[in-house]
Nanobody, 125 residues
Framework: QVQLVESGGGLVQAGGSLRLSCAASGRTFSSYNMGWFRQAPGKEREFVAAISWSGGNTSYTDSVKGRFTISRDNAENTVYLQMNSLKPEDTALYYC??????????????????WGQGTQVTVSS
């Protein structure tokens, strides 16, 4: 069992940056693959980025490649999402998620067992 708490969201102007954090409870964080998903108003939740438990495999949705970077610190039980060059279309509620499959950056929402409550990111034009 793992509990996830996101932080770091807020209001930022287009072109700005934010760093989201997801703090995980439990001693086995290093065994969990982690992902970030987002849901904009009136839209389905979508995959953003993922990182394997070893950190050796990452994946990004096309719309954030080159702008967002996912990373993790297993000693701190935390996964990060650095978001640069933010656009209004990045506005959404951002969720952190975890799964305990083999070491891989899974992009499918259904593969994730645990979810945080989300942190709001709003990008103004």
């Amino acid at each position: 069992q793992v509990q996830l708490v996101e932080s770091g969201g807020g209001l930022v102007q287009a072109g700005g940056s934010l760093r989201l954090s997801c703090a995980a409870s439990g001693r086995t964080f290093s065994s969990y693959n982690m992902g970030w998903f987002r849901q904009a108003p009136g839209k389905e939740r979508e995959f953003v980025a993922a990182i394997s438990w070893s950190g050796g495999n990452t994946s990004y949705t096309d719309s954030v490649k080159g702008r967002f970077t996912i990373s993790r610190d297993n000693a701190e039980n935390t996964v990060y999402l650095q978001m640069n060059s933010l656009k209004p279309e990045d506005t959404a509620l951002y969720y952190c998620a975890a799964n305990y499959y083999r070491d891989y950056a899974y992009i499918q929402e259904w593969r994730y067992h645990y979810w945080g409550q989300g942190t709001q990111v709003t990008v103004s034009s």
